[in-house]
């Protein structure tokens, strides 16, 4: 069974700190992999998706960057944290090929301080 | 505009009763989920559904794609059926699915 881990599971940051999220797909091989981010009381929105390794696509633009070091592995990261970047973090993976059902992490709890 | 709508933006019932769901988009549909949101932030999956409906306990979800919407029911409501509802559309094969703002349902006892 796949499983989808993310890290760290709440984070509290000062404003201009650097961020590092990370996500882990275990049990399927070339997944497609998305970060979704969604603001306190906000619609989740799509933020980067990856279709292999070393491959990040931009959906929407938040002074945020996405690589994939690995096949199993995205991580979401910023130099500077700006006040605008709290909220709650997913990561989610669909099968090879699209068009398939998405599964999500657990989320990571972002406060910028 | 808002490519995927949902209505209504929340709903009160009471315990028992039915709840319909609906979700409205404006662009091709490749598919449909459905899923609920904890408190915490999390989602759980409820539905994939390109097309046609599905079941699953209580619970069914209708897409029809000439109609561009889908919905949830909710039979028999239970408080612990309490929460936000998400649709998420699927318009470009996978690559990105776009949410709808949800429904907040309260059923009180």
């Known amino acids: 069974a796949q499983t989808i881990h993310q890290w760290p599971v709440a984070e509290i940051k000062a404003v201009g700190s650097p961020l590092s999220l990370g996500c882990t797909i275990k049990?399927?091989?070339?997944?497609?992999l998305y970060w979704y981010w969604q603001a306190t009381g906000g619609t989740l929105q799509q933020l980067f998706y990856?279709?292999?390794?070393?491959?990040v696509e931009s959906v929407v633009q938040l002074n945020l960057s996405a690589s994939r070091p690995k096949d199993d592995q995205f991580i979401l990261s910023t130099e500077k944290l700006l006040l605008s970047h709290s909220g709650f973090y997913l990561c989610?993976?669909?099968?090879?090929?699209?068009?398939?059902?998405?599964?999500f992490g657990p989320g990571t709890r972002l406060t910028v301080l | 505009g808002q490519q995927v709508q949902q209505s209504p933006a929340s709903l009160v019932l009471q315990e028992g009763e039915n709840a319909e769901l609906q979700c409205n988009f404006s662009?091709?549909?490749?598919?449909m989920q459905w899923f609920y949101q904890r408190p915490g932030g999390s989602l759980v999956s409820l539905f994939y559904?390109?097309?046609g409906t599905k079941h699953s306990g209580r619970l069914t979800s209708t897409t029809v794609i000439k109609e561009r919407r889908s919905s949830l029911h909710i039979s028999s409501s239970q408080t612990t059926d309490s929460g936000t509802y998400l649709c998420?559309?699927?318009?470009?094969?996978?690559?990105?699915?776009?949410f709808g703002g949800g429904t907040r349902l309260t059923v009180r006892p």
């Open positions: 049990g399927k091989s070339s997944p497609n």
């Open positions: 662009t091709s549909l490749n598919s």
């Open positions: 990856s279709i292999t390794v070393g491959q």
């Open positions: 998420a559309l699927d318009h470009n094969a996978g690559a990105k699915l776009t």
């Open positions: 989610a993976w669909s099968p090879l090929g699209g068009g398939a059902e998405q599964f």
């Open positions: 559904n390109p097309s």
